[in-house]
T-cell receptor, first 111, second 113 residues
Framework: GEDVEQSLFLSVREGDSSVINCTYT??????LYWYKQEPGAGLQLLTY?????DMKQDQRLTVLLNKKDKHLSLRIADTQTGDSAIYFC???????????FGTGTRLKVLA | DAGVIQSPRHEVTEMGQEVTLRCKPI?????LFWYRQTMMRGLELLIY????????DSGMPEDRFSAKMPNASFSTLKIQPSEPRDSAVYFC???????????FGPGTRLTVT
């Protein structure tokens, strides 16, 4: 497909792990990104992964990349109420500096 | 660095008026992007610049929209005349070489009545 796809909503309990999934469009995309958007704010870069990597860990965040299936996931360990936000994945196809953003997943963390 | 700066943060205008949105990218970044975000259409890339030159404006909705980057530290997005369907949050982002991660400004919330 031509769209970067994400599920719209995810609800988890505080302290649990959250997994946000993304299916992207171009298997040759060089970099893939995760952004967080809190209400009334701009997008904040959380992390990115280069396409020759399968996994990247950064504190509570773990990114998994499956190039064969064009699947990207973001795992947030020990999810906190402050993690409630919209999470966007994005890909940068080769030969362009444009990003293709997903539709965003709204994460709600229940206390 | 103060990050990407956008002004104004909020703009309310009447249909038919001219609107100018402003952006100051992060110093040293040579790419600048303008996005529009709405509930219905999500995040849309409108145009992007490299070294002050427009590279891809295929996302600009129509001739009522124009963007300029007169120097490395300033860009404008102008809508003339504005229409209610232009109501959205407009983001500016900048990036530099490497992974080209984009850094977003806080956005301008535009309401056209």
């Amino acid at each position: 497909g031509e769209d970067v796809e994400q599920s719209l909503f995810l609800s988890v309990r505080e302290g649990d792990s959250s997994v946000i999934n993304c299916t992207y469009t171009d298997s040759s995309s060089t970099y893939l990104y995760w952004y967080k958007q809190e209400p009334g704010a701009g997008l904040q870069l959380l992390t990115y992964i280069f396409s020759n990597m399968d996994m990247k860990q950064d504190q509570r965040l773990t990114v998994l990349l499956n190039k064969k299936d064009k699947h990207l996931s973001l795992r947030i360990a020990d999810t906190q109420t402050g993690d409630s936000a919209i999470y966007f994945c994005a890909e940068r196809p080769p030969g362009t500096y444009k990003y293709i953003f997903g539709t965003g997943t709204r994460l709600k963390v229940l206390a | 660095d103060a990050g990407v700066i956008q002004s104004p943060r909020h703009e309310v205008t009447e249909m038919g008026q001219e609107v100018t949105l402003r952006c100051k990218p992060i110093s040293g970044h040579d790419y600048l992007f303008w996005y529009r975000q709405t509930m219905m259409r999500g995040l849309e890339l409108l145009i992007y610049f490299n070294n002050n030159v427009p590279i891809d404006d295929s996302g600009m909705p129509e001739d009522r929209f124009s963007a300029k980057m007169p120097n490395a530290s300033f860009s404008t997005l102008k809508i003339q005349p504005s229409e209610p369907r232009d109501s959205a949050v407009y983001f500016c982002a900048s990036s530099s070489a490497g992974p080209y991660e984009q850094y977003f400004g806080p956005g301008t919330r535009l309401t056209v009545t």
